[in-house]
């Protein structure tokens, strides 16, 4: 998918085996404080799966997201993929979250 275009269906962008996919991502993850950092690189989004691993990690769990909705970082790091510190938002609930960014 090209920078900056959305989405228009809601399935999940999942490889065919999602379980290799998680035990390689799995093997990329570092412990940093509360978080589970894929790389141990914080301020980057690392990819899993053909999309941004936490993305990857939510779908996995959760199922697909919609077109209009977010996954929001709780804990403020791009790199974290910790499942607790996921949240599914909606575009303008993302947005207003990160309004004093």
């Not at 940093?32 to 990819?47: A, F, L, S, W």
């Not at 697909?64 to 949240?87: A, E, N, W």
């Amino acid at each position: 998918m090209p920078h900056g275009s959305y989405r228009t269906d809601a399935r999940p962008l999942i490889a065919e085996r999602p379980t290799d996919q998680l035990a390689n991502l799995g093997k990329r993850v570092v412990v940093m404080g509360d978080c589970y950092v894929v790389d141990g690189e914080p301020d980057r989004y690392p990819y899993a799966g053909g999309t941004h691993a936490y993305r990857f990690v939510w779908e996995s769990i959760h199922g697909p997201v919609g077109c209009d909705d977010h996954i929001h970082h709780v804990c403020r790091t791009k790199g974290c993929i910790r499942p607790d510190h996921l949240q599914r938002l909606t575009r303008r609930e993302h947005y207003d979250e990160h309004a004093d960014d």
